[in-house]
């Protein structure tokens, strides 16, 4: 009886996983620890040259994962599947390090710990989104809720879906934080007109606005701690 022939990958891909499990990803070159994930969608074909393929196409490692599950299946090769696994890695990745924060006991009493909770609620976001953080007295976070995803900028819908988040969680501080996809971590005259807004909308409920921060990328901005801005808060 002939034997059966083993997949001409698979001793590559023990290899590969072996090194990883000794060295970490730190040893890879982007297009090799893309190759190891693409293991996981695609079991018979060299997924190295479709790494490779992906980063010319949308031009970096990091641009892989931010570009869309459509943009990504017009590389040849990727099926929806491959697609999902791909989009789902900084999704999970922003999960695990909101996890890793322990929002449970999770104090937001300065800017700079502010920005450092929200830049990760952000990862793989290509579309705007809205947060509120809602807090206790001792702005003792509550529960981060998404009042917006899209393109949705309507500054009323905004404030109904917030005064919803906060009347549920019985905040009395809030934070309301978006993000800027494409652009700089700068209030735009939009931005600043609905925050006068959405704090006079919240001091009649009795709740503090207490900033709103713009992310974009790893970069955040606290308009209430900046000299232009902090008067909206007072």
Known sequence: MEEKQAHPHSGHRARVKARFLREGLDAFEDHNALELLLFYAIPQRDTNELAHKLISAFGSFSAVFDASVESLMQVGGITENTAILIKLIPALYGKYAQSKQGAETLFLKTAQATGEYLVPQFVGQNAERFLAI???????????????????????????????????????HVIVAHNHPEGVAAPSMQDVEATRYLFSMLKNLGVKLNDHIIVAGEDWFSMATSKKFKSIFL
């Open 134 to 172: 809602c807090m206790n007295h001792k702005c003792k976070v509550l529960k981060t809720v998404v009042i917006s995803d899209g393109t949705v900028n309507s500054t009323a819908l905004r404030s109904r879906k917030l005064a919803e988040a906060v009347i549920h969680t019985g905040a009395t």
